[in-house]
């Protein structure tokens, strides 16, 4: 594929918290590119710095060190030009809560300098969403749709969206990832952070791993999904001996081995021969080999020994 | 576009303009109203003069026969007390500048707008200037309606400038507390830091007046109520001095509320 100027960049963004009592380190040299055109999921658990790197962007807080551009441009220096080609959905989108959901449609538009709402009653109906319901009125869910109407409604250029499917109903969640579609075949860009790890499967292109402020990995999802381990499950035509348990445990790359009667589990990581050399002595009724879930991935990002995590050459590879 | 945060701000809030007008138009025919001829207000003069000058001095009064004249009871009735009253409307428009917003969230989706900080904070400003200045001139009505209800005469100029000059004070009072605002990230902090100045300079103002010579006295250069003076105004009118100096010092403020906002982060 041929690479061309990444929409955001970041270059060791760093941003530090200090109060009187301590300081908090919540984003630490972040070095990040994201293409035109693809859908990027950046993961991780709250606290891990995702809400932080999209107020950077944002310009809504300043660095402590390091620096991020958008389309080229300083996101703090170009903030203005910048906003004019983003759509932002907050992670907690709070709105004036006595105007109704056209009201408040209007105003931004207004700001935004925008004649047409053609396309923000499109979006409307297609979230079946009420604009003549005041904000205060609204449920969790439709404040949410509310918020992507906003960001959405003047067709940017790249959509920054915090956990933009939070309090969205099943049925709205695939529309919302319907429309993310549309958006990435119009070859515009999108930004989401996540941790409904479904969503960003179904979606994402590529997803960037954030753990404690710092960026772990960045893989494509497919690529994600065939990383490292699977999962063995073989069943034999007598019991498993107990003894195999040691024995298998004994080779690299197996791990996590369970036995149930005939049944055996295994979670292998590399090659297969040594783990088939090592149960040659059974008769194999049935193999099976299932790929890890995107959820088993991240979790294996966030072990506790943190041996997956500390890949740094990879988050340099495809960053 | 440009003046739409002014617009939006009007638009929602025009309302607060006819209640706190009316308001204070109700106060201001009440004081008409109260005394309904000259003879009254003599007895309200001598009831005055019994008490300390001290304390006279301390709510503006510099000669209790001055209480005799009916500007000079309007000026301690009604000017003396609106600027108390119009204090409170400016902390609460004051922190809707950013302040309010700010604590809701609200601002990240504002600020992610393609509009400049600056921009927010001027407009807005001058939204509740406007509608601050639309008070006082509904509670101008009050009184021009009171008079029309009452024996009592004053010089409509004089009403006028009187209440025109509550405008400098007040503009003030929303910019030192869109300026907390702007300081401080959180609203509580904001909002206290503001009533902390504003009661302080009213108690510096107010002691001083009571105490010449002593350390309040010596103070109240630096309370901005020392440079309202409504009695002053009524009686030879608008002290050009004490208005550049209060829109001086607002204009300070809110160029400084610009520079605060635009420097440190939002919401965190």
Redesign the interface.
């Known amino acids: 594929m041929v690479q061309s100027d990444p929409i955001i960049q970041t270059e060791n963004l760093t941003k530090v918290y200090t109060s009187r009592r301590s300081q908090t380190r919540a984003l630490d040299r972040l070095n990040l590119s994201v293409q035109p055109g693809e859908i990027f999921g950046y993961l991780g658990p709250n606290g891990a710095g995702k809400t932080t790197t999209i107020r950077l962007l944002l310009d809504l807080i300043r660095p402590t060190a390091g620096r991020a551009r958008i389309f080229g441009l300083d996101a703090q220096a170009h903030a203005v030009e910048i906003h004019r080609r983003v759509g932002f959905l907050p992670g907690e989108l709070s709105l004036w809560r006595s105007l109704t959901g056209l009201q408040v449609i209007r105003h931004i538009a207004n700001v935004r300098g925008m004649r047409d709402l053609r396309c923000a009653h499109q979006l409307a109906e297609r979230l079946q969403l009420d604009l003549s319901k005041r904000v205060r009125d609204y449920s969790s869910g439709n404040r949410r749709k509310l918020g992507l109407v906003i960001a959405m409604m003047h067709e940017p250029e790249l959509l920054i969206l915090d956990e933009p499917t939070n309090g969205l109903d099943p049925l709205m969640q695939q529309e919302f990832n319907q429309m993310m579609r549309e958006v990435r075949a119009e070859g515009r860009t999108v930004f989401l952070s996540s941790h409904v790890l479904g969503e960003v499967q179904a979606i994402c292109d590529r997803v960037g791993i954030l753990r404690e402020g710092e960026l772990r990995a960045v893989e494509r999802v497919e690529r994600l999904t065939h990383v490292d381990f699977r999962w063995v499950e073989m069943r034999f035509r007598e019991d498993v001996p107990a003894a195999w348990r040691e024995r298998l445990g004994d080779i690299s790359g197996v791990s996590e081995v369970s036995i149930d009667g005939t049944t055996l589990r295994v979670r292998l990581q590399g090659d297969f021969d040594p783990l088939l050399r090592a149960v040659s002595g059974g008769y194999i009724r049935d193999l099976r080999v299932k790929e890890p879930t995107l959820e088993e991935i991240f979790l294996t990002f966030y072990d506790g020994d943190g041996k997956r995590a500390a890949q740094p050459e990879r988050v340099k590879e495809l960053a | ?1 440009a003046g ?2 002014f ?2 701000t009007v638009r ?1 809030c025009w309302r607060q303009a006819v209640y706190w007008g009316v308001g204070m138009g109700l106060l201001g025919l009440y004081i008409m109203v109260v005394i309904r001829d000259v003879d009254m207000l003599k007895q309200y003069a001598e009831l005055m003069a019994t008490m300390p000058p001290a304390l006279l001095q301390a709510f503006g009064i510099a000669d209790a026969a001055a209480m005799a004249t009916p500007e000079g009871f309007i000026s301690f009735g009604f000017y003396g007390y609106a600027l108390l009253i119009l204090a409170v409307f400016a902390v609460m428009m004051g922190m809707s500048v950013t302040a309010n917003e700010e604590d ?3 601002l ?2 504002v ?6 900080r600056w921009r927010v904070v001027v407009e807005k400003f001058l939204a509740f200037a406007l509608i601050g200045a639309a008070i006082t001139v509904i509670a101008f009505g009050g009184l021009l309606l009171g008079m029309q209800m009452s024996e009592l005469r004053v010089e409509v100029g004089r009403l006028a400038l009187s209440t025109l000059n509550m405008v400098p004070p007040l503009l003030l009072m929303i910019a030192l507390t869109v300026f907390c605002g702007a300081i401080f990230r959180r609203r509580t902090t904001a909002l206290a830091a503001a009533a902390v100045v504003i009661v302080a300079s009213y108690f510096i103002n107010f002691l001083g007046a009571a105490a010449a010579g002593s350390l309040a006295d010596s103070l109240r250069a630096v309370s901005f109520f020392a440079y309202y003076d409504s009695e002053s105004v009524m009686r030879s009118g608008l002290n050009a001095g004490n208005i550049a100096l209060l829109l001086a010092a607002t204009a300070a403020l809110v160029a400084g509320s610009v520079w605060a906002f635009q ?6």
């Open positions: 576009m739409e945060f617009k939006e929602r809701d969230g609200v990240d989706v600020l992610s707008l393609p509009v400049p420097r440190r982060d939002i919401g965190v």
